[in-house]
């Protein structure tokens, strides 16, 4: 939810408003239920949701049953894009072969969990991209030594942005939840006439910056406005696993009593 607040807050103009994604084609790695699929379906693009085969009749039961009712809504469905359902395990080339890569963005929410799916997720992120691809994810921190690793592998690998909290859905927020940006390291080349192209486009970025600050009620231009925040994230949620005092939204307790249930899974009563 926090990914789909995010697109819904900075929709309205920049790299994600419905005209620029039209047509964009989409993959979702660890859909799950897909809600981030649908988050980027309904501004307009093409999404492919993936996941493992044990994942897919709820998965496309899901997107059977929204599409349904996007579809047959009173409201207007025709910014919404298409969606559909595959089955790709994270190496898998001929998974990876089927959907049809390259994409324009790749986007998980929650993929990253345990060392050992780093190495398997880079690869797969690898096979379907191109030069211009952008990957959205979001991460949850559980585990600060995982975290640690995978911004090390991503900022080796890619230009890495993390999406400031201002940014972020006012209510759809958590200190230990960060969207991150990524694009390819190559995206504009090493030659002289790139370096220039994207000093220029920095500078550009700079300016509307400057000047779409200026202006009342909330931003909307997407990614123009990140923070290069490293890894400084992983030392500042070690132990924030506590809730806080006061109230808890319906968004907050429905997230801890999601990760209670996790933790309790396997828990036998006698």
Known sequence: MVFVKYLERNCRKGRFCPSKLKGKRVIELGAGC??????????????????????????MRNVERNTSRITQSNLDSGSFGSIQVAELDWGNQEHIKA????????????????????????????????????ILLGYE???????????????NNFELKTVPR??????????????????????????EIGTTAHEQ???ELESMEK????DEGESCHGAEELEDRGGKEAHEVDSRVGISNGDLSDWQARRYGSMAARLLCDIKIT
Request: proline share 4%; charged share 20%.
């Open 34 to 59: 897909g809600v981030a699929g649908f988050g980027m379906a309904l501004l307009g693009c093409d999404v492919v949701s993936t996941d493992q085969v044990e994942v897919l009749p709820l998965l």
């Open 99 to 134: 959907v049809g890569s390259p994409f324009d963005y790749i986007i998980g929410t929650d993929v990253v969990y345990a060392e050992h799916l780093l190495d398997p997720l880079l690869q797969t992120m690898f096979s379907l991209s191109g030069p211009k691809t952008t």
């Open 141 to 155: 921190i559980r585990n600060t030594i995982v975290h640690e690793q995978m911004l090390s592998m991503w900022k």
């Open 166 to 191: 201002t940014k972020m859905d006012n209510k759809y927020q958590h200190e230990s939840i960060h969207l991150y940006i990524m694009e390819s390291k190559n995206r504009w080349g090493c030659s």
């Open 201 to 203: 486009q920095n500078e």
């Open 211 to 214: 000047h779409e600050n200026t």
